[in-house]
């Protein structure tokens, strides 16, 4: 057996969950061992769909796929198909992908694959919690086979990107956010607030996209709409926030400044629903649970993005 470390991958593909898939496949000591899909940028049905092409562009039609739950726990959510897309991926029209989901449901093979690699699993989250959130209902005892959980999601001085104070993660399921930060001793957490700390410049990003290599000419192609309308609306910058998360999971020594601290997600109010709550001076007596990444090396950031898109 390999001993790379396990990496099962929860995501919402979703331009910027296809960066940061990339640069997991790319990485030497990480070995994917699925992707878990959720609905949440958009339907699952395109999550699911950009999720096999991603595999089958990067010649990794070995990895399986497993579809999850369709919508949120609770409460019915908006997408975000006017960020990435209506299909997710910058409706480019590309060719259905040869292979299809697994029959078996996401929330059950994460539990089978944290039995499998029990205490070595790194569990990577780049979407709404949900399919987390039905496994942990399933069996509360997940927490202990993982060794390490890296989330994308929330903003830790609520500084939100989809309501003045959520992140669009957790805005999308709250519900599941809140019983995946109850049951979780430690989350590694990179926040949109991080996102924005850690930007790329559109020009860089136009010039990596160059590349001679099919993955970088498929990622051009998707992300094309989103980063025209991240020009429009945000400037001379472009914020990837599942890539800046996979590389806090992939190379943690990368990390500069970091803060553990209480964190509680926001289930009502009428402005703060999906929030997450960081208790920053530690007044409620709760236990510090979640290390939140604050800022991360820049240049090693972008040389993984680069690495991940030029390789064939
Ligand atoms: C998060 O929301 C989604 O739109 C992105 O894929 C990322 O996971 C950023 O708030
Ligand atoms: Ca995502």
């Not at 562009?57 to 975000?80: C, Q, T, Y």
């Not at 991926?89 to 690699?117: C, M, N, V, W």
């Not at 996102?195 to 990003?205: K, N, Q």
């Not at 990444?293 to 820049?298: P, T």
Request: net charge negative; hydrophobic share 45%.
């Amino acid at each position: 057996m390999s001993d790379r470390i396990p990496l099962l991958i929860d995501t919402d593909p979703g331009v910027d969950d296809a960066l940061a898939l990339l640069m997991a496949f790319n990485d030497q000591r990480h070995e994917v061992i699925g992707l878990t899909i959720a609905a949440g940028n958009v339907g699952l049905k395109h999550t699911v769909r950009n999720a096999l092409k991603l595999c089958e562009i990067s010649g990794r039609g070995d990895i399986p796929v497993f579809a999850g739950a369709p919508e949120p726990l609770l409460h019915p959510a908006p997408d975000a198909g006017y960020v990435h897309g209506q299909d997710g991926f910058g409706d480019i029209g590309y060719d259905a992908p040869a292979k299809q989901a697994e029959t078996e449901h996401a929330a059950l093979a994460i539990l089978r694959l944290s039995h499998q690699h029990a205490g070595k699993l790194t569990l990577v989250a780049l979407g709404p919690l949900t399919n987390i959130a039905l496994a942990l209902k399933l069996d509360p005892t997940l927490p202990r086979r993982v060794a390490r959980f890296v989330v994308m999601g929330g903003a830790v001085t609520a500084h939100g990107n989809i309501t003045p104070a959520a992140e669009f993660n957790f805005y999308f399921d709250p519900e599941a956010a809140h019983l995946v930060f109850e049951a979780f001793e430690r989350i590694e957490l990179a926040d949109w607030e991080a996102t924005i700390a850690h930007g790329l410049h559109h020009e860089r990003v136009a010039d990596w996209l160059r590349a001679d290599s099919d993955r970088a000419r498929f990622y051009a192609g998707i992300s094309e709409k989103t980063r025209l309308w991240s020009i429009d609306r945000r400037g001379d910058y472009w914020y990837a926030a599942d890539a800046l998360a996979m590389a806090f999971a992939l190379a943690p020594e990368g990390t500069l400044e970091r803060a553990l601290r209480p964190l509680a997600i926001e289930l009502e109010g009428a402005h703060s629903r999906g929030a997450s709550v960081v208790d920053w001076r530690r007044e409620g007596g709760q236990p510090d649970k979640v290390d939140i990444l604050l800022k991360y090396d820049q240049e090693r950031f972008e040389a993984l993005i680069q690495a991940a898109l030029a390789a064939r």
